[in-house]
């Protein structure tokens, strides 16, 4: 009978989640759907999962320059609250309610 491997010791969630972040985890596969052997949609994906230390070393830095996520807001950009041309609500003419005609039946 043969023995099976086994790790000795306990290893918990940190000690797992900093070897994926230190070495790194790729996940590929791709799914594919089709119907009488014709092909109507594949999606591939791709995943890696490391720290930004890690990303760095191997070439990855996009974040660095997406505009969505590096670009500073200007200090003198003043942010709207109303619209453009529309008077704030403290100067809003007041809408005056129409007048209701009731008809009294004897």
């Known amino acids: 009978m043969q023995r099976v491997p086994t790790v000795s010791g306990t290893a ?4 797992i989640l900093d070897r994926v972040l230190d070495k790194g985890l790729v996940i590929a ?11 109507l949609l594949t ?5 890696l999962i490391c720290s ?6 191997i070439g990855l830095n996009w974040w660095k ?6 670009a500073p807001i200007p200090e003198n950009v003043v942010r ?3 619209l453009p041309g529309a008077p704030p609500a403290s ?3 007041s809408r005056k309610k129409p007048a209701v005609r009731v008809k009294r039946v004897k």
């Open 43 to 47: 999606i591939r994906i791709r995943l």
């Open 12 to 15: 918990n969630l940190l000690d």
């Open 52 to 57: 930004v230390d890690k990303a760095e070393a």
């Open 65 to 70: 320059y997406d505009p969505n996520l590096t």
């Open 91 to 93: 100067q809003a003419p």
């Open 80 to 82: 709207r609250t109303h």
């Open 29 to 39: 596969g791709d799914i594919r759907v089709s119907l009488a052997n014709v092909e």
